[in-house]
């Protein structure tokens, strides 16, 4: 409670010094360095005066430097990254030429580590650069259809446990001009509160109506399905056409992992559609890193459309449909995207394709993967327990990649959790948003972790709610023990000197509640 | 050691409302602004505490024994 009380009043001061500032602006007191109309088009609409350019102006120009942080190495488990510094608040950087090198990175999305310069990921795709060039100049209906994206498909389907697949350059463009060729006027779409911009975009793009659930409520979305069926279209009560149910997998703001077994129930009950959204769960959850199907142990025919992107997991670009082979086969023919965009370039499918290999186990590499079967015990066992027992198998890379996640993942959530910060989240996600709540907070993070050479990303509005600001942290398989409890122990640091140690329970309070439960029960007072 | 310990706590101190009312943000004029307008608004809380806060407490005082001492002579009265 006094935590959100002395976040109000950070804002109040802001606005107010905001609205100081405007006013030294207006009268010509200042220099204006931001856009605002010529001259000429002063007696027009006003276009910068609404409440996202004032916050843009007067509160992210402050904490800019935390963002859009040039690097200049590969993004894996430790990347350099350009210093900058700013004379004028800012409002513009120079670069001082000097590179901070080795930074840990938390914020990067390589969760199994595919993100290297050297590999046979690496070895595969210059082979194939020196073969087909980079570029393919074309659409993929037109001449850019190559083999390799052929290829590409098959080894994705059967990744999936799906008929057909298809696969597009962007994972952003996958959803936004894929949704219009599913759903059109008079189909009813159910998304998410918390979805993925691109899922809202191509929703509104289709021109279907869109009903909202609360977040990963499972009573909020049966009753929104019993009354889209009892009462139909809004004026004509005729029935819809068709309903879509948009979830994702893993909720990359809040780390939450959607209630899949409970959706697949309600969507079999109602007879509906379910396009699940993988962006962020393909490659990180599940025994063999299939995604949240393969983590709840479901079938995957059940869900209609499965959506995923090779950005995060694969350490490539681009996006992916699976599902039926009629649907992909009229995707192949009806999508915005296959039509217009320029297909993938032959070195990105390649690195598809040896990571997907990789992770199924089927290029023969062994490694032996060491795992500390003791984790439970040290918690009952006192001190007097020194040595773990170690436990020897020779796994295949990916199954070990798979399973270095989990294992950071359950380490670095219980570590922070018992230092007393407040995270969000289900226990299995390997994104961990840690809350930081006032906005002087926000700059402070970002800049103290880069004084100690860890780089987070730090979020708060319009990406989240207002007063609700994080700092997101990405786990990566490429992260060793080590290197993890050096970003600990800085967290730990950071944190004691920012006051950022909120939690006054052992519970955290997830976003997922029942209907009936108000949402502010237990939270921190 | 303990002046240190006490200047370092007392820094500490300030950084924290440094970042909770957001002056770690502003620039330094806006900081003077803002440092000028607090202690100016404290400055007159506590002036006013001390002229207004002792005068009345002496008046409720007074009142009260007024009311007592009324009350013995009215008590005395009937009782004779």
Known sequence: ?525 | MDIKNLKNYLYWLFCQFELITCSYLMEPWEKVLFYTFNIAMLFMVLYTAYIYVSIHISTAFQFCLHLLGNQHENAVSIVK
């Open chain 1, 1 to 525: 409670m006094l935590v959100a009380v002395l976040t109000y009043v950070g804002y109040g001061v802001l606005t107010l010094f905001g609205y100081l500032r405007d006013f030294m602006r207006q009268w010509k007191i200042e220099k204006c360095q931001n856009a605002t109309e010529r001259e000429e088009q002063k007696d027009f609409v006003p276009l910068y005066q609404d409440f996202e350019n004032f916050y843009t102006r007067n509160l992210y120009m402050r904490i800019r430097d935390s963002w859009n942080r040039p690097i200049c190495s590969v993004p894996g488990a430790k990347v350099d990254m350009m210093e900058r510094v700013s004379h004028d608040y800012n409002w513009t950087f120079t670069y001082t030429g000097r590179v901070i090198k080795d930074i840990i990175n938390m914020g990067s999305y390589n969760y199994l580590g595919f993100a290297q310069k050297a590999g046979t990921c690496q070895e595969a795709a210059a082979k194939v650069l020196s073969q087909y060039g980079a570029g393919v100049c074309s659409t993929r209906q037109e001449m850019g259809n190559l083999d390799k994206h052929e290829e590409l498909e098959k080894l994705v389907a059967r990744f999936l446990g799906v008929e057909s697949a298809m696969a597009y350059g962007m994972g952003f463009a996958t959803n936004s001009m894929n949704i219009p060729a599913l759903v059109g006027k008079g189909c009813l779409i159910l998304s998410d509160e918390l979805n993925h911009a691109s899922l809202v975009l191509g929703a509104r793009l289709s021109g279907a109506t869109i009903r909202i659930f609360k977040h990963n409520n499972m009573q909020s979305l049966e009753k929104l399905l019993k009354d889209a069926i009892v009462h139909g279209q809004p004026r004509t009560r005729r029935p819809w056409k068709k309903i879509l149910i948009l979830v994702e997998g893993i909720y990359s703001m809040e780390g939450s992992i959607v209630r899949l077994p409970e959706v697949i129930a309600l969507k079999k009950k109602y007879k509906s559609y379910l396009y699940l959204d993988e962006a962020h769960s393909i490659g990180a959850l599940g025994p063999s890193g299939r995604g949240v199907v393969d983590y709840f142990g479901l079938n995957p025919e059940d869900v209609d459309i499965m959506m995923g992107t090779f950005t995060k997991s694969f350490g490539a670009a681009g996006g992916y449909i699976g599902g039926k082979k009629e649907l992909i086969d009229y995707l192949r023919t009806y999508s915005h995207s296959a039509v217009y965009a320029t297909s993938m370039s032959p070195p990105v499918v390649e690195q598809i394709i040896t990571s997907v290999k990789c992770i199924m186990g089927e290029d023969g590499t062994t490694v032996v993967h060491v795992v500390t079967k003791n984790e439970r015990k040290r918690d009952i066992f006192p001190v007097i327990l020194l040595k773990f027992q170690w436990e020897w198998t020779p796994v295949s890379e990916g199954k070990a990649r798979v399973q270095q996640l989990a294992e950071n993942t359950r380490y670095f959530r219980r570590r922070l959790k018992e230092m007393g910060f407040i995270i969000y989240g289900n226990e299995d996600s390997p994104v961990v948003p840690l809350m930081l709540y006032m906005p002087a907070k926000i700059g402070a993070f970002g800049r103290e972790m880069l004084k100690r050479n860890i780089g987070v990303v730090v979020v708060g509005f319009p990406a989240t709610p207002i007063i609700e600001s994080r700092a997101r942290f990405c786990l990566s398989a490429a992260h060793t023990k080590e290197m993890l409890d050096r970003a600990l122990k800085e967290i730990d640091e950071v944190g004691d000197l920012l006051q950022l140690k909120y939690s006054r329970h052992r519970l955290v309070p997830l976003l997922d509640r029942p209907f009936d439960e108000t949402t502010y029960e237990e939270t921190e007072d």
